[in-house]
């Protein structure tokens, strides 16, 4: 059946029978998955962004696990919206107040221990 799609298997790379796998960041269980904390521990981490460049890197990091975040573009939308400009400009104060409570707030769910999503099959 494999073969027959065209597919070939590397069996060293391969886990048949296990109860959970890590794949691309997560950890794959036959009912759900959930963000690895191996690879999401840097980021829980990080430090707080001050500029509208270093808030686009951390919020393009923490996108990528955007599934176990609740609201997470609506979030960065506000930050993004009422950010300066200019690049390299340091916060305004509206705009740090803003930034800091979204930072904290998705660091909050990075360290609460990653809740364990159902797999949707489409």
């Known amino acids: 059946m494999i073969r027959d799609a065209g597919i070939t298997l590397n069996l060293e790379k391969c886990d048949f029978g296990k109860p959970e796998v890590k794949l691309v960041g997560h950890i794959v269980r036959s009912e759900c ?27 393009g990091a923490m996108g990528y696990y955007r599934d176990y975040i609740d609201n997470l573009c609506l979030m960065a939308s506000y930050c993004l919206f009422f950010s300066p400009g200019n ?36």
């Open 33 to 59: 998955r959930k963000a690895d904390p191996e690879r999401t521990q840097a980021m829980s981490e990080m430090a707080r962004p001050s500029t509208r460049r270093e808030l686009r890197k951390f919020l």
């Open 87 to 122: 690049k390299s400009r340091k916060l305004v104060s509206v705009w740090y107040k803003l930034t800091t409570r979204t930072f904290e707030d998705i660091l909050k769910v990075f360290r609460a221990g990653f809740i364990c999503r159902l797999r949707t099959v489409t």
